[in-house]
């Protein structure tokens, strides 16, 4: 994977996934951090570590969609600049409209679903312990 090119510089194959390996890790770290929040309680983890786990693997995750995930399989990127008098400014770059750059549509795809699918797992488990007044695991659900 070469970063060293300009923004939005990336050709796409018109078959099959020009970035599989990014493609496997935004699913990885989300669908992770999910199968661990239902099923490490019933291997022997407490609370804790169920939390510790999710909350490692959500960091990851973050940072994989800010960083790599973004920008390779949608055109999209942003960051936090710090100015001279202390004030931040957010920053928000997508691929210019007309470029000559086309971000594979399954990769798209792949993206999108992940992130709409994962905040929807999130949601329901959110309410599910809302409804069952499991308040703790509601922290994580958060």
Known sequence: MDLSREFGDET?????????TASLFHILFR?????????????GGGFTLTFVLVVL????????????TGRL??????WNKVNEDGSTEWVFESRKEGSSVHHSPTEQ????????A????W????IKNLLT??????????
């Open 12 to 20: 796409t194959p018109r078959n099959g996934l020009k970035h599989p």
């Open 31 to 43: 669908t992770l951090a999910i199968v661990v929040y239902l099923f490490c309680t019933g291997f």
């Open 57 to 68: 693997l959500l960091a990851a995750d973050f940072w994989t969609v800010k960083n790599i």
């Open 73 to 78: 399989l949608v055109g999209l990127r942003w």
């Open 109 to 116: 795809k792949i993206f999108w679903i992940a992130m709409f």
């Open 118 to 121: 994962s905040s929807l797992i």
């Open 123 to 126: 949601l329901i488990l959110l």
């Open 133 to 142: 007044f499991s308040l703790s695991w509601v922290v994580v659900d958060i």
